[in-house]
Protein backbone atom coordinates (compact mmCIF):
# COMPACT_ATOMS: atom_id res chain seq x y z
CA UNK A 1 0.00 0.00 0.00
CA UNK A 2 1.48 3.33 -0.80
CA UNK A 3 1.79 5.95 1.45
CA UNK A 4 0.12 9.34 1.49
CA UNK A 5 2.37 11.88 0.55
CA UNK A 6 2.58 15.12 3.25
CA UNK A 7 1.70 17.52 1.01
CA UNK A 8 -1.61 15.40 0.21
CA UNK A 9 -2.07 14.85 3.84
CA UNK A 10 -1.36 18.56 5.03
CA UNK A 11 -4.06 19.54 2.13
CA UNK A 12 -6.54 17.20 2.86
CA UNK A 13 -6.25 18.42 6.46
CA UNK A 14 -7.26 21.85 5.56
CA UNK A 15 -9.93 21.04 3.60
CA UNK A 16 -11.35 18.80 6.96
CA UNK A 17 -10.91 22.28 8.86
CA UNK A 18 -12.48 23.95 5.84
CA UNK A 19 -15.48 21.65 6.27
CA UNK A 20 -15.65 21.75 9.79
CA UNK A 21 -15.62 25.66 10.27
CA UNK A 22 -18.40 25.41 7.37
CA UNK A 23 -20.52 23.54 10.34
CA UNK A 24 -19.56 25.98 12.92
CA UNK A 25 -20.85 29.19 10.68
CA UNK A 26 -23.99 27.23 10.11
CA UNK A 27 -24.55 26.94 13.75
CA UNK A 28 -23.04 30.27 14.70
CA UNK A 29 -25.73 32.73 16.02
CA UNK A 30 -23.65 35.20 16.95
CA UNK A 31 -22.92 37.61 14.14
CA UNK A 32 -19.74 38.70 15.00
CA UNK A 33 -17.90 34.98 15.64
CA UNK A 34 -19.56 34.33 12.92
CA UNK A 35 -17.05 36.75 10.92
CA UNK A 36 -14.25 35.76 12.86
CA UNK A 37 -15.54 32.24 11.77
CA UNK A 38 -14.94 33.50 7.89
CA UNK A 39 -11.41 34.64 8.45
CA UNK A 40 -10.24 31.79 9.51
CA UNK A 41 -11.79 29.74 7.46
CA UNK A 42 -9.73 32.16 4.75
CA UNK A 43 -6.64 31.91 6.21
CA UNK A 44 -7.55 28.05 5.82
CA UNK A 45 -7.84 28.00 2.56
CA UNK A 46 -4.74 30.63 1.71
CA UNK A 47 -2.95 27.76 3.72
CA UNK A 48 -3.93 25.16 1.50
CA UNK A 49 -3.52 26.86 -1.44
CA UNK A 50 0.16 27.40 -0.39
CA UNK A 51 0.79 23.88 -0.26
CA UNK A 52 -0.65 22.86 -3.41
CA UNK A 53 1.49 25.70 -4.99
CA UNK A 54 4.47 24.34 -3.36
CA UNK A 55 3.81 20.53 -3.83
CA UNK A 56 3.18 21.21 -7.96
CA UNK A 57 5.12 24.33 -8.65
CA UNK A 58 2.32 26.52 -9.93
CA UNK A 59 3.30 30.18 -9.67
CA UNK A 60 0.02 31.45 -9.89
CA UNK A 61 -1.20 29.68 -7.09
CA UNK A 62 1.31 31.42 -5.06
CA UNK A 63 -0.24 35.17 -5.66
CA UNK A 64 -3.96 33.35 -5.39
CA UNK A 65 -2.84 32.33 -1.90
CA UNK A 66 -1.80 35.89 -0.82
CA UNK A 67 -4.57 37.23 -2.23
CA UNK A 68 -6.93 35.21 -0.66
CA UNK A 69 -4.86 35.82 2.48
CA UNK A 70 -5.22 39.18 2.07
CA UNK A 71 -8.93 39.66 1.05
CA UNK A 72 -10.66 37.04 2.49
CA UNK A 73 -8.67 36.66 6.02
CA UNK A 74 -7.83 40.59 6.47
CA UNK A 75 -9.65 42.85 3.85
CA UNK A 76 -13.25 41.82 4.04
CA UNK A 77 -13.73 40.57 7.97
CA UNK A 78 -12.09 43.76 8.54
CA UNK A 79 -14.92 45.85 6.45
CA UNK A 80 -18.04 43.81 8.60
CA UNK A 81 -16.71 44.45 11.95
CA UNK A 82 -16.54 47.85 10.88
CA UNK A 83 -20.30 47.65 9.42
CA UNK A 84 -21.49 45.53 12.47
CA UNK A 85 -20.15 48.15 14.71
CA UNK A 86 -21.68 50.98 12.60
CA UNK A 87 -25.00 49.66 12.69
CA UNK A 88 -25.44 48.22 16.11
CA UNK A 89 -26.41 45.03 15.50
CA UNK A 90 -27.32 42.78 18.24
CA UNK A 91 -25.34 40.16 18.98
CA UNK A 92 -27.38 37.07 18.36
CA UNK A 93 -29.63 36.14 15.13
CA UNK A 94 -32.38 34.02 14.90
CA UNK A 95 -32.51 31.32 12.07
CA UNK A 96 -35.14 30.60 10.50
CA UNK A 97 -35.23 27.03 11.24
CA UNK A 98 -33.34 25.59 14.32
CA UNK A 99 -30.12 24.63 14.80
CA UNK A 100 -30.21 21.07 15.20
CA UNK A 101 -32.56 20.48 12.07
CA UNK A 102 -30.01 22.69 10.42
CA UNK A 103 -26.92 20.63 10.88
CA UNK A 104 -28.97 17.84 10.01
CA UNK A 105 -29.77 19.01 6.58
CA UNK A 106 -25.89 19.69 6.15
CA UNK A 107 -24.94 16.42 7.02
CA UNK A 108 -27.52 14.71 4.49
CA UNK A 109 -25.90 17.65 1.88
CA UNK A 110 -22.51 16.87 2.88
CA UNK A 111 -23.19 13.26 2.05
CA UNK A 112 -24.75 13.85 -1.42
CA UNK A 113 -21.63 15.97 -2.13
CA UNK A 114 -19.02 13.12 -1.41
CA UNK A 115 -21.65 11.29 -3.49
CA UNK A 116 -21.75 13.83 -6.86
CA UNK A 117 -17.87 14.37 -6.42
CA UNK A 118 -16.25 11.02 -6.30
CA UNK A 119 -16.61 10.35 -10.27
CA UNK A 120 -15.60 13.33 -10.82
CA UNK A 121 -12.84 13.51 -8.71
CA UNK A 122 -11.19 10.24 -9.93
CA UNK A 123 -10.81 11.84 -13.35
CA UNK A 124 -8.38 14.16 -11.51
CA UNK A 125 -5.00 13.87 -11.39
CA UNK A 126 -4.40 16.85 -9.56
CA UNK A 127 -2.64 16.22 -6.24
CA UNK A 128 -5.92 18.06 -4.24
CA UNK A 129 -8.99 15.88 -6.09
CA UNK A 130 -9.59 13.99 -2.51
CA UNK A 131 -10.90 17.71 -1.45
CA UNK A 132 -13.79 18.07 -4.22
CA UNK A 133 -15.74 16.50 -2.33
CA UNK A 134 -15.00 18.76 0.92
CA UNK A 135 -15.47 21.58 -1.79
CA UNK A 136 -18.83 21.04 -2.91
CA UNK A 137 -20.02 20.28 0.20
CA UNK A 138 -18.57 23.80 1.75
CA UNK A 139 -20.44 25.12 -1.07
CA UNK A 140 -23.74 23.75 0.06
CA UNK A 141 -23.19 24.45 3.89
CA UNK A 142 -22.25 28.15 2.92
CA UNK A 143 -25.66 28.02 0.45
CA UNK A 144 -27.38 26.48 3.53
CA UNK A 145 -26.41 29.02 5.64
CA UNK A 146 -27.78 31.75 3.15
CA UNK A 147 -30.80 30.71 2.87
CA UNK A 148 -31.27 29.86 6.76
CA UNK A 149 -30.93 33.23 8.03
CA UNK A 150 -32.99 36.29 8.54
CA UNK A 151 -30.55 39.18 8.52
CA UNK A 152 -28.66 40.20 6.04
CA UNK A 153 -25.09 40.61 7.62
CA UNK A 154 -25.37 36.51 7.78
CA UNK A 155 -26.53 36.13 4.60
CA UNK A 156 -23.69 38.03 3.13
CA UNK A 157 -21.18 36.08 5.19
CA UNK A 158 -22.60 32.86 3.58
CA UNK A 159 -22.29 34.08 -0.24
CA UNK A 160 -18.68 34.61 0.75
CA UNK A 161 -17.94 31.59 2.51
CA UNK A 162 -19.53 29.92 -0.80
CA UNK A 163 -17.22 31.41 -2.78
CA UNK A 164 -14.08 30.54 -0.49
CA UNK A 165 -15.64 26.53 -1.34
CA UNK A 166 -15.66 27.15 -5.02
CA UNK A 167 -12.00 28.19 -4.86
CA UNK A 168 -11.06 25.50 -3.13
CA UNK A 169 -13.10 23.28 -5.92
CA UNK A 170 -11.03 24.98 -8.56
CA UNK A 171 -7.78 24.28 -6.91
CA UNK A 172 -9.15 20.59 -6.67
CA UNK A 173 -10.12 20.38 -9.63
CA UNK A 174 -7.51 22.11 -12.21
CA UNK A 175 -5.15 23.85 -9.35
CA UNK A 176 -7.25 26.62 -9.93
CA UNK A 177 -8.27 29.08 -12.29
CA UNK A 178 -5.93 31.71 -14.61
CA UNK A 179 -4.90 34.84 -12.58
CA UNK A 180 -6.83 36.91 -14.33
CA UNK A 181 -9.95 35.57 -13.83
CA UNK A 182 -8.99 35.41 -10.08
CA UNK A 183 -8.65 38.93 -10.07
CA UNK A 184 -11.37 39.99 -11.41
CA UNK A 185 -13.41 37.47 -9.18
CA UNK A 186 -12.05 38.82 -5.92
CA UNK A 187 -12.61 42.37 -7.60
CA UNK A 188 -15.96 41.61 -7.88
CA UNK A 189 -15.90 40.30 -4.91
CA UNK A 190 -14.50 43.37 -3.04
CA UNK A 191 -16.98 45.87 -4.62
CA UNK A 192 -19.75 44.07 -3.95
CA UNK A 193 -19.15 44.06 -0.37
CA UNK A 194 -18.68 47.71 -0.49
CA UNK A 195 -22.33 48.12 -2.02
CA UNK A 196 -23.84 45.37 0.20
CA UNK A 197 -22.52 47.66 2.89
CA UNK A 198 -24.25 51.24 1.37
CA UNK A 199 -27.34 48.53 0.85
CA UNK A 200 -27.25 47.51 4.48
CA UNK A 201 -27.35 51.32 6.03
CA UNK A 202 -30.64 51.81 3.30
CA UNK A 203 -32.37 48.65 4.94
CA UNK A 204 -31.61 49.96 8.38
CA UNK A 205 -32.60 53.48 7.83
CA UNK A 206 -35.60 52.28 6.42
CA UNK A 207 -37.13 49.91 8.92
CA UNK A 208 -34.82 50.45 11.72
CA UNK A 209 -33.39 46.46 11.03
CA UNK A 210 -31.68 44.04 8.97
CA UNK A 211 -34.20 41.56 8.83
CA UNK A 212 -34.54 41.03 5.02
CA UNK A 213 -38.00 40.10 5.51
CA UNK A 214 -38.83 43.65 5.87
CA UNK A 215 -38.08 44.10 2.41
CA UNK A 216 -41.82 42.09 1.70
CA UNK A 217 -43.36 44.95 3.05
CA UNK A 218 -42.26 47.29 0.12
CA UNK A 219 -45.33 47.32 -2.41
CA UNK A 220 -45.25 49.44 -5.60
CA UNK A 221 -46.76 52.38 -5.64
Do not use: C
Not at 11 to 16: M, R
Not at 38 to 66: D, I, K, P, R
Not at 132 to 148: E, P
Not at 162 to 182: H, K, Q, W
Amino acid sequence: MTDVPLSAQLINLFASVILLLAFAMLAQRRVLTLINLFALQGLTLALSTLVVAVTTGQTHLYWSAGLTLALKAVLLPWILHRLVRRLEVKWDVEPLIKVPTTMLVGIALVIISFNVALPISQLSSTVSRGTLGIALASVMLAFLMMITRSKAIPQVVGFLAMENGLFLAATSATYGMPMVVELGIALDVLVGAIILGVFFFQIREQFDSLDIRNLEKLKER
